[in-house]
């Protein structure tokens, strides 16, 4: 991180600044530096990093067709008429089926209302092998950096990816809407356990209650993994169409940021999104070292495999020997 | 690999010789350790991957309702009625919504059948930090060692395991059913594009024709990633209540093989999937080894990152450092 990087960064350091001083343009270009990867970026991010830690961050997710987007433009308004200043980081699905024009009114609206106290932006998901959640994440950062009190992190909540963004908030909301089907629940299930707070989207239609019911007879059960204990997860209804419960749902984020600071909450789960944190990281510079070492050390390894020279373990052993993780 | 490991692998040998002898009780007890993943059990599992090679891997996976485990069950009977040995590891979802009993009826047929060319084996899936996959292509291993010509692994299709898992098959079947609407859709689109073959099941319904469409445009718009270029991905309708499409899919089965070995194909396929593995692998050691750090230098750089000391990619690095990765 000495001689080359200390020169690079001289621009970033003026980058920072501008973040810091919350310029609309400095947060984008600091973003999409971010979401680049590259490693020129490190020592911004690392200064960047250190000016982090005062936003409130909420994951909000919810499948495809959940109402999740209307809502969330809803609470950032209602989230600036409160005089915070909020950002939205949506996560895009990859997916060419679904496209990524999800947010595409809310921009245009927020830009148009020429509002210095909102920031929306996409995030472009990237290759199978990830990167996704660390550059959402360092979104995340700059974000807090400059100064933006809430920070709103809207993912469809399908893969590990997503999980793995939403465990990275203080607080969780989990967003079902009435009649998509058992089916849908279980494949749901893997993130209905993490909510801090349940929204039950679409409550003018008729079969809502039997999703609010559904969701309070699962934590009933217990079946609530929500970081904070003694915390009593909420379930929330909600109407796009008669303009009811988002003044609830932001109540309840705000309780549930007040809960976690007088607890004594708050600690640890900045501990738990650390410790989360850190790993995932590792994996991603493993994952770059694998690409890295491609046509070397693994490809004379997975020829070994082949042959049965060696064994996934052993290769794998012997590739994180040989990658050393210097530098 | 020396000294204590070599004197604990004795009995392990010996199970090795009982296992290539397809002794079943052998093979589930060699998959029952290594499900538990413990470092006892890598000598025996290199030794069993020494034998491996032969058979033919058949990922299968379809969401809960696509009449997957159905069309599993008579794939089975009907690989089996050609003379060929037939296994099928099964992945139970982790959550407490589905339940795990999906195999059940099949397990009970088999075994009162008392046919030693079957063998069934559910994997338990086990802490979100993984390892499914791992111990998973075990006992593919395990059961390639033992002999069996085919073995199908049935997946959920939902989560970064169950890809990884399926992207280990030399072929992939992914099966769809009409009706599941376009939420659905979107979220399978990740495993949708990785089929070497689409099932359509149950198509009796009326609105199989639709699903069918839908999938052969998707194909006509270039959105397939099957593993093998020039193979012509093919979309078969079955139908469980009339009996109807399994013989076509196993012959579609076969033709896929017989297409990856005489194209040359088989061996980038291995390729692909070897390199894959040893990735996975090496993820798997890396969050091993964070475990075993947890409260050493994990906490250390937890709290460093708290206080802003380091930060998340500068305590990655270092984690990665202190881990070293030897033995």
Same mark, same amino acid.
Do not use: F, V, Y
């Given at each position: 991180m000495k001689g080359p990087d200390a020169v690079r960064t001289v621009p970033s350091l003026d980058l920072i600044d501008r973040v810091a001083a919350a310029d609309i343009g400095a947060i984008a270009r600091m973003i999409t530096r971010a979401e680049a990867g590259?490693?020129? %970026?490190r020592p911004a991010l690392a200064e960047i990093y250190k000016r982090t830690g005062r936003a409130h961050i909420v994951g909000i997710t919810g499948v495809p067709g959940s109402g999740k987007s209307t809502l969330m433009g809803k609470l950032t308004s209602s989230i600036r008429e409160t005089g915070r200043k909020v950002a939205v980081v949506a996560i895009d699905p990859s997916s060419p089926f679904s496209g &990524? $024009?999800?947010l595409g009114d809310r921009i245009r609206m927020s830009e148009l209302a020429g509002d210095k106290g909102i920031f929306i932006r996409s995030m472009a998901t990237r290759g199978a092998l990830g990167g996704l959640a660390r550059a959402s994440l360092d979104a995340v950062d700059v974000l807090d950096a400059a100064g933006f009190d809430v920070i709103l992190i809207e993912t469809v909540g399908v893969g590990q990816d997503e999980v793995d963004i939403v465990q990275a908030a203080h607080t969780t909301v989990v967003v079902s809407a009435p009649g998509l089907g058992d089916d849908i629940q279980a494949i749901k299930a893997g993130i209905l356990e993490i909510a801090d707070i349940h929204v039950v989207s679409k %409550? /003018?239609?008729? /079969? $809502?209650n039997r999703t609010i019911t559904d969701l309070k007879g699962m934590m009933t059960l217990g079946? #609530?993994? #929500? &970081?904070?204990?003694n915390w009593p997860v909420p379930v929330i209804a909600t109407s796009a169409l008669k303009l009811e419960g988002v003044s609830e749902l932001l109540q309840s984020i705000d309780q549930h940021w007040a809960f976690l600071e007088t607890s004594g909450e708050l600690d640890k789960q900045k501990k738990r999104i650390a410790e989360r944190r850190m790993l995932k990281t590792a994996e991603e510079i493993l994952r770059d070292k694998f690409q890295e070492h491609r046509d070397g050390k693994v490809s004379t390894l997975v020829e070994q495999m082949i042959t049965h020279e060696t064994n996934p373990y052993a290769a794998a052993k012997d590739l994180l020997a040989e990658i050393r993780m210097e530098k």
């Open positions: 590259q490693n020129e %970026c &990524g $024009a999800i %409550c /003018d239609r008729p /079969d $809502a079946l #609530s993994l #929500s &970081g904070a204990t």
